[in-house]
C-alpha cells in the first residue's frame, strides 16, 4: 500500500475501534527464573525479533483454522518462551505481553489457554471491549457445545453477550456500543480482505512469505475481525436497546466547553506567530489567520532569497526533503471525486461517534457494493484525503478564538507517488532529520512561538517500512539496523529542538493506547524544557480510550470529537491526540498574545497550575484556558 503513514504516523483516530485494537485492563505477573538472571527489556527495540513462515498470502492464514492455528500456536510458545528468558521494567509491559499471548488463543479459538494467560495477566474479568467480551461468551458457551452458525447456538450466544454486557459498567462501553450500533453492519469480509491484501501482502511478497512480529500483528488483526463478523450482526441491536435504556446517563454533561475563552479582537493584544507542522494548511480557509510573508510574491521566484520559492504563508517538503511552492501539496490522481471521498472521510468519523445522516447512508451503501479491488483503492483514497486535510483541521483549532494568532505552515512528508516508493536507507533517514531541522530553521526565522506537531515517528515504524520494501535482511539485522538509522534522525531532531529555547514544541502522545517510551516515540518520548507531550481526554476529563501515555505525559487537552475546518471550509468532527495537540497551542498562544515576554517553561507552569486534575491520572492535568488566561492577565 502506497502509504504516508509509515514512517510519521498522523494521530488521528479513524481505526475501527475493538476489531484492530487488542484488550486492555490492570495487575502483576509472576514467572519461574529468578528475575536477575532474565534479560532486561526497557523498549519495544530491545525485544528479540522472530521470523514465520506463513506464505505470501494473508487471508489464507486467516481464513484457515489450520494454518492459523499452526502459525499462532508457534507465536504464543515464542511469546512465553520470551517471558522465561527475559523481564520487562514496567509491570504493565508483562500485562500487555500476557494478553497478546490471551489474544493469539483467543483467535485459534483455544478458549482454556487464552483464560490461562488472561488470568496471569490478572485479568479476572473480560477487557472492557465488545471483542474480548465475545470471546469470553464464546468460551463459556464451549463447554455446553454447539457451534456457531447452529441458530440455538446462536440464540444462546447473543443471550449471553447481552447479558455481559450488561455486567459491565455502561461508561466502560459506552464509546464501543455507539461506534458499533453504527458500524455493525458495515465490515464484511471483502474489506477485510482487501485491507490485507494491501497492507499485509506486500510485506510478505517482499519477504517471500516470511512474517516478522509486526506482520503476524496484523494477520492477527485480520483473524479478530474475520471471526468479529459473526458476532458484529448481533452487536448494532443490542447495542441501541442498550444505549436506549441507559439514555439519560448517555447525555453525560461536558466540563469542557464552559473553560474555553475567546480573545476579544479590541483588546490589547501582540501578534503570536504558531508553526503548525502538519501535512499542510489550506490559507484560503483560514484566511486573516495565516502569517502572510511580505517580502514574498506568487511569482515562481524565490524574492526574500531564503531558499524557499513562493513561500507566502509557510514552506511544504517531501518527505526525502524536496521543497514545494505552497502550504499544501497536492493529492494527486484519485479514482473518485475529491468531494465525494472527503464526504466520505467525515461519514466514517460521524459512525464512529454515533451519528448517523444521508452521508453515513451512502457511506454504507458504498462499502456494501465495491469489490475487493475497489475496496483497497477507495480505503487507500480515503486514508489519502484524511491525510490531506489533516493539517487544515488541526491549524483551525490552533487559532480558534484568538485574533492574534498567526499560522506558518509547514506541509511536511505528504506522500509524493515518486518519492515515497523509495526504499528506505541511512541517506534517506539522515535526508529527512536535516529537513526537519530545515523546518526547525524556518520557523525561528519567521519568530514561530509555539508549534504543533500532531504526528509521531519511531524506529519500530521505520523497520516496518524496510520490511515492506524487503531491506535489512532478517528480522533480527532488520531491527538492529533500523535503530542505528533511526538514531541518527532522533538527535538531530533532539538537537534542533534544545537549539530553539524560545519555541515551545507542543507534540502528540499517539493513539495506540501504549507507552511512548516503551514504544520509543519521537517527538512524543523527547524530555527537553521546551517540549511537551499532550495526551488525550473526553469532554469529562478522562483519559480517552485510544490516547498513548507515559511518565514523561502530565498534560491532556480534550481530544473527542473535536470540531474545525477541513480544505474547501466545510466542517468535520475528528477524534484523536491530533486534535488535543493543537487545542494546548492555541492556549499557549493566547497566553503569549497577552504577555509575550512568558518563556516556554513559564507557559508549561502556568498550564500545570491552573489545569484540571485527569480522571485516575492524579498527576496529570488537563488544561482549563479560562482559568490560564485570568492566571496569566492577573501576573502580568
Ligand atoms: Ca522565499
Ligand atoms: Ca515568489
Known amino acids: 500500500m502506497h502509504n504516508y503513514f509509515v514512517r510519521r504516523a498522523l494521530i488521528l483516530a479513524l481505526v475501527l475501534p475493538g476489531l484492530l485494537a487488542g484488550c486492555s485492563a490492570p495487575a502483576p505477573a509472576q514467572n519461574d527464573a529468578p528475575s536477575e538472571t532474565r534479560t532486561l527489556i526497557t523498549s519495544v527495540g530491545d525485544l528479540p525479533r522472530f521470523d514465520y513462515q506463513v506464505g505470501t498470502s494473508s487471508m489464507t492464514t486467516v ?5 492459523f492455528r499452526s502459525l499462532a500456536t508457534r507465536v504464543a510458545s515464542d511469546r512465553i518462551e520470551l517471558l522465561r528468558t527475559h523481564r520487562f521494567s514496567d509491570e504493565e509491559q508483562t500485562r500487555r505481553w500476557y494478553r497478546s499471548i490471551a489474544l493469539l488463543y483467543d483467535q485459534i479459538p483455544d478458549h482454556e489457554s487464552a483464560a490461562r494467560y488472561r488470568a496471569l495477566a490478572n485479568d479476572k474479568a473480560p477487557a472492557h471491549n465488545l471483542g474480548s467480551i465475545a470471546s469470553f461468551v464464546e468460551a463459556e458457551l464451549n463447554t455446553g457445545g454447539g457451534k456457531r452458525g447452529d441458530p440455538q447456538y446462536d440464540e444462546r450466544f447473543a443471550r449471553e ?12 462501553i459506552r464509546e464501543d456500543l455507539v461506534t458499533w450500533r453504527g458500524l455493525a453492519d458495515v465490515p464484511n469480509e471483502d474489506g477485510i480482505r482487501a485491507a490485507a ?3 499485509t501482502d506486500p510485506k ?11 506482520v503476524v500483528a496484523e494477520i492477527v488483526n485480520w483473524r ?15 447495542a441501541a436497546d442498550i444505549l436506549d435504556q441507559n439514555a439519560l446517563l448517555e447525555r453525560e454533561g461536558d466540563l469542557w466547553t464552559p473553560r474555553q475563552i475567546v480573545l476579544d479582537a479590541t483588546m490589547p493584544g501582540t501578534e503570536v506567530r504558531i508553526g503548525v507542522w502538519d501535512t499542510g494548511v489550506d490559507p484560503d480557509v483560514l484566511g486573516g489567520a495565516m502569517w502572510l510573508n511580505r517580502e514574498e510574491r506568487s511569482n515562481g521566484i524565490d524574492d526574500d532569497g531564503n531558499g524557499f520559492i513562493d513561500d507566502l504563508h509557510g514552506i511544504a517538503l517531501t518527505s526525502l526533503g524536496t521543497r514545494r511552492p505552497g ?8 479514482a473518485r471525486p475529491y468531494d465525494e471521498l472527503l464526504g466520505m472521510v467525515i461519514a466514517e468519523a460521524d459512525l464512529l461517534r454515533g451519528v448517523e445522516n444521508s452521508g453515513t447512508l451512502a457511506f454504507k451503501q458504498l462499502l456494501q457494493s465495491l469489490s475487493v479491488d475497489e475496496r483497497a483503492v477507495f480505503d487507500q483514497e480515503r486514508a489519502k484525503i484524511a491525510g490531506f486535510i489533516h493539517g487544515t483541521h488541526v491549524a483551525s483549532i490552533a487559532v480558534a478564538g484568538n485574533p492574534f494568532a498567526r499560522i506558518v505552515a509547514a506541509a511536511y512528508g505528504y506522500p509524493d507517488e515518486t518519492e515515497d516508493t523509495r526504499p528506505p536507507s541511512l541517506e534517506s533517514v539522515i535526508v529527512e532529520a536535516e529537513s526537519s531541522k530545515a523546518v526547525i530553521r524556518y520557523f525561528r526565522e519567521q519568530g514561530v512561538r509555539v508549534v504543533t506537531m500532531s504526528w509521531i515517528t519511531s524506529a519500530q515504524l521505520l523497520e516496518a517500512e524496510m520490511e515492506r520494501h524487503g531491506v535489512g535482511g532478517s528480522a533480527e539485522e532488520r531491527s538492529s539496523l533500523a535503530r542505528a538509522w533511526f538514531a541518527e534522525h532522533r538527535s538531530r531532531l533532539e538537537a534542533a529542538i534544545r537549539e530553539a529555547p524560545e519555541i515551545l514544541f507542543i507534540c502528540g502522545a499517539g493513539n495506540f493506547s501504549d507507552d511512548v517510551d516503551f514504544a520509543e516515540y519521537i517527538p512524543a518520548g523527547l524530555q527537553l524544557p521546551n517540549l511537551v507531550t499532550v495526551g488525550a481526554v473526553d469532554a469529562l476529563d478522562r483519559p480517552a480510550s485510544f490516547t498513548s501515555s507515559g511518565k514523561g505525559v502530565w498534560l491532556y487537552a480534550n481530544g473527542s470529537n473535536i470540531e474545525g475546518l477541513v480544505p474547501g471550509g466545510q466542517t ?4 484523536g491526540t491530533s486534535g488535543a495537540v493543537p487545542q494546548v497551542a492555541n492556549l499557549a498562544a493566547k497566553l503569549l498574545a497577552i504577555s509575550p515576554a512568558l518563556k516556554p517553561e513559564d507557559i508549561l507552569r502556568a498550564l500545570r497550575e491552573t489545569g484540571v486534575t485527569v480522571v485516575d491520572l492524579p498527576e496529570a492535568r488537563s488544561i482549563n484556558p479560562k482559568k490560564a488566561v485570568a492566571h496569566v492577565r492577573r501576573a502580568k
Do not use: C, M
Not at 479478530?224 to 443490542?238: M, T
Open 63 to 67: 481464513t484457515d483454522d489450520v494454518a
Open 327 to 334: 502550504t499544501v501539496r497536492p493529492v494527486g490522481t484519485l
Open 204 to 214: 510478505l511478497k517482499a519477504s517471500n512469505g516470511v512474517a516478522s512480529d509486526s
Open 224 to 238: 479478530q475481525a474475520y471471526r468479529s463478523l459473526y458476532w458484529l450482526p448481533l452487536v448494532g441491536p443490542i
Open 572 to 575: 468535520a468532527v475528528f477524534s
Open 197 to 199: 491484501e494491501s497492507i
Open 161 to 172: 453477550f447481552k447479558a455481559k454486557l450488561r455486567e459491565v459498567p455502561f461508561h466502560a
